[in-house]
């Protein structure tokens, strides 16, 4: 027991820590780039790529994650997963090649045909790595994807800076999409030593796909979801709209799909393990809640304080347009991670079934936000989907309910210190900086108001010994003695 602990706190730190280089490094690079381009540029991108992310479902088929929570796999199954991500990403790709003129047309930007088209070799790319990653979150073997990771943003952002400031615009943005998959896959390659065999069972696809196809449709619902507002976005508003409403949900996503997909990493194959121990699992749920909801709260009603100084301030006044949008995002984004852990917990006990009916009546009542914004406007479309949000929690939390007796008011009773001394700060934070907005520019208004809340946050919850806050002390501790 001792030993799956001690593999899963590193494995969590690694994967968290990755994470948190990887967009710290995306944001340094992200901010040097939209002061070179302009929301329109985002756009152009962001237009094409509703369409090929969709295509990401059906290559993977959930065949990742059914390698993952496999107790046993063999060779076979890897080289039967293999070609078949491979077959479908070589017809997805020729699928889209075809649609290009369709979907420029679609937008009404002819731009988007020679956009289409490159980007989507990143189809294939993708389905190169599925297997070799997919094996290495298996192992929980986060410290090497961490640096493949961080590797291939930094490359891949520089080269990309360098295109923009040689006046490349959109191409800038696509060149760093396409180099940073193609620096993954050699890294991936180099470091795994799994090799297919010419091979393709019958047998073992029956197995997985018996897993994997409920997360597949759920998978197809979901990603389709995410996108449909970009594509509202960009079919009823223009271009740099659509920059702007990406931009806004790319800061927002820093603090809880940071946290939500370093807990995609590792939930599954620790929560996996754990299948068979009900009480034990629902004790790690209790923990890993608290302590993800600690550090996503805290910083997701830091950033609505912050909203105006952190776009303007960090990327300039052409950004203005995404403010209204950061502000509105930030409350979607607040439950995000327990949603995330919700959904893992479904996986790793094998009810896929379950996933995909969550799946289906969440995206049911979501779409009414999709309806908002095609005849009211963008911000009702987030308001839209903050209410969701809250609904969809309350349908993920009722299967937890029912499978280990933990549902939405046990939940939300294990965070409620969290949001109280998260409201403490808003309370304090907010008034000051609306205040000192007229004495300090947004770079010194931004660095002022984060010490000051940061220094808070801690002081509060040391105040009142919060449980989550003690863990995260332990565990901080306790890497830095293995580290040191």
Same mark, same amino acid.
């Given at each position: 027991?001792?030993?799956?602990?001690?593999?899963?706190?590193?494995?969590?730190?690694?994967?968290?820590?990755?994470?948190?280089?990887?967009?710290?490094?995306?944001?340094?690079?992200?901010?040097?780039?939209?002061?070179?381009?302009?929301?329109?540029?985002?756009?152009?991108?962001?237009?094409?790529?509703?369409?090929?992310?969709?295509?990401?479902?059906?290559?993977?088929?959930?065949?990742?994650?059914?390698?993952?929570?496999?107790?046993?796999?063999? !060779?076979?199954?890897?080289?039967?997963?293999?070609?078949?991500?491979?077959?479908?990403?070589?017809?997805?790709?020729?699928?889209?090649?075809?649609?290009?003129?369709?979907?420029?047309?679609?937008?009404?930007?002819?731009?988007?045909?020679?956009?289409?088209?490159?980007?989507?070799?990143?189809?294939?790319?993708?389905?190169?790595?599925?297997?070799?990653?997919?094996?290495?979150?298996?192992?929980?073997?986060?410290?090497?994807?961490?640096?493949?990771?961080?590797?291939s943003q930094i490359l891949s952002g520089i080269i990309a800076i360098y295109l923009a400031y040689k006046g490349y615009g959109v191409?800038?943005?696509?060149?760093?999409?396409?180099?940073?998959?193609?620096?993954?896959?050699?890294?991936?390659?180099?470091?795994?030593?799994?090799?297919?065999s010419f091979e393709f069972n019958k047998n073992s696809f029956k197995e997985?796909?018996?897993?994997?196809?409920?997360?597949?449709?759920?998978?197809?619902?979901?990603?389709?979801?995410?996108?449909?507002?970009?594509?509202?976005?960009?079919?009823?508003?223009?271009?740099?709209?659509?920059?702007?409403?990406? !931009?806004?949900?790319?800061?927002?996503?820093?603090?809880?799909?940071?946290?939500?997909?370093?807990?995609?990493?590792?939930?599954?194959?620790?929560?996996?393990?754990?299948?068979?121990?009900?009480?034990?699992?629902?004790?790690?749920?209790?923990?890993?809640?608290?302590?993800?909801?600690?550090?996503?709260?805290?910083?997701?009603?830091?950033m609505f304080i912050l909203s105006e100084p952190l776009i303007i301030g960090l990327l300039g006044e052409q950004w203005r347009g995404a403010v209204p949008y950061l502000r509105l995002l930030v409350f979607v984004g607040l439950f995000y991670p327990m949603h995330t852990i919700n959904v893992q917990i479904l996986t790793a006990l094998g009810r896929s079934d379950l996933f995909l009916k969550v799946e289906v009546y969440k995206k049911i009542i979501g779409s009414t936000s999709v309806l908002l914004g095609i005849f009211v406007g963008i911000q009702a479309m987030i308001c839209g989907m903050i209410v969701t949000s809250f609904i969809s929690l309350a349908i993920n939390t009722y299967y937890t309910n029912k499978l280990l007796r933990l549902g939405l008011f046990e939940q939300l009773k294990c965070i409620s210190k969290t949001f109280f001394v998260a409201l403490i700060m808003v309370i304090l934070m907010l008034p000051l900086t609306i205040f000192l907005k007229s004495y300090l520019n947004n770079i010194e208004l931004l660095i002022l108001i984060s010490s000051i809340s940061f220094f808070l946050v801690l002081f509060i919850s040391n105040l009142l010994r919060l449980e989550e806050y003690t863990e995260i002390k332990l565990i901080v501790t306790k890497l830095i003695k293995r580290n040191g």
């Open positions: 027991m001792s030993g799956l602990k001690d593999k899963a706190i590193s494995g969590a730190s690694w994967s968290l820590t990755g994470r948190l280089l990887q967009q710290g490094v995306q944001f340094l690079i992200g901010i040097i780039l939209a002061r070179l381009l302009m929301p329109e540029e985002y756009g152009l991108v962001a237009m094409a790529l509703v369409f090929i992310t969709v295509f990401y479902v059906f290559v993977d088929s959930g065949f990742s994650t059914a390698i993952i929570q496999r107790k046993e796999i063999t !060779k076979s199954d890897l080289s039967t997963v293999f070609y078949l991500n491979l077959g479908v990403s070589v017809i997805a790709f020729i699928i889209l090649y075809l649609l290009a003129p369709l979907i420029a047309k679609f937008y009404g930007n002819i731009q988007l045909v020679r956009i289409v088209r490159t980007l989507s070799l990143m189809i294939i790319l993708y389905a190169l790595t599925i297997v070799q990653n997919s094996l290495l979150v298996r192992d929980i073997r986060f410290k090497i994807k961490t640096r493949i990771e961080l590797v191409w800038a943005l696509i060149w760093k999409t396409l180099l940073n998959q193609i620096f993954v896959n050699i890294q991936l390659w180099m470091s795994n030593r799994w090799l297919p997985l796909f018996g897993f994997s196809n409920k997360l597949l449709v759920s998978g197809i619902i979901d990603r389709v979801y995410q996108q449909i507002n970009r594509l509202v976005v960009g079919k009823f508003f223009p271009a740099a709209e659509l920059g702007y409403y990406t !931009k806004a949900e790319q800061f927002n996503n820093l603090p809880s799909h940071t946290i939500s997909n370093s807990l995609m990493s590792f939930l599954l194959p620790v929560f996996s393990k754990m299948q068979d121990d009900i009480e034990r699992l629902r004790r790690a749920i209790v923990k890993v809640i608290k302590i993800v909801m600690y550090f996503n709260v805290n910083a997701m009603l830091l």
